[in-house]
Nanobody, 124 residues
């Protein structure tokens, strides 16, 4: 039984930083790419970043490039999203998800496994 669990959300002031973690269990971790998504109230879910199985390929939505960094530690079955220079528009529920294989997929509908989400609020 595959499980993904996110940690690290919270309330932070604009310009601050948070690190989200996505811990996996129940499957062969290093066979899968992992994506981070977010959904703000009244908005569609968007893919923020993704990392392939080895960690050699990453991508980011334009709005977070240069501020967010995705990484993975396969020995710990964990993917991280380091978020710096946070802005109020980054406020959302953040989810990690795994597609059916090792490639990063663009559409959320290509992701079969999801965590429960963690709230990130950027506010003064």
């Amino acid at each position: 039984q595959l499980q993904l669990v996110e940690f690290g959300g919270g309330l932070v002031q604009p310009g601050g930083s948070l690190r989200l973690s996505c811990a996996a269990s129940g499957f062969t971790w290093d066979y899968y790419a992992i994506g981070w998504f977010r959904q703000a109230p009244g908005k569609e879910r968007e893919r923020v970043s993704c990392i392939n199985t080895s960690g050699s390929i990453t991508d980011y939505v334009d709005s977070v490039k240069g501020r967010f960094t995705i990484s993975r530690d396969n020995a710990k079955n964990t993917v991280y999203l380091q978020m710096n220079s946070l802005k109020p528009e980054d406020t959302a529920i953040y989810y990690c998800a795994a597609p059916g294989g090792g490639l990063c997929m663009r559409s959320q509908y290509e992701y079969a496994y999801w965590g429960q989400g963690t709230q990130v609020t950027v506010s003064s």
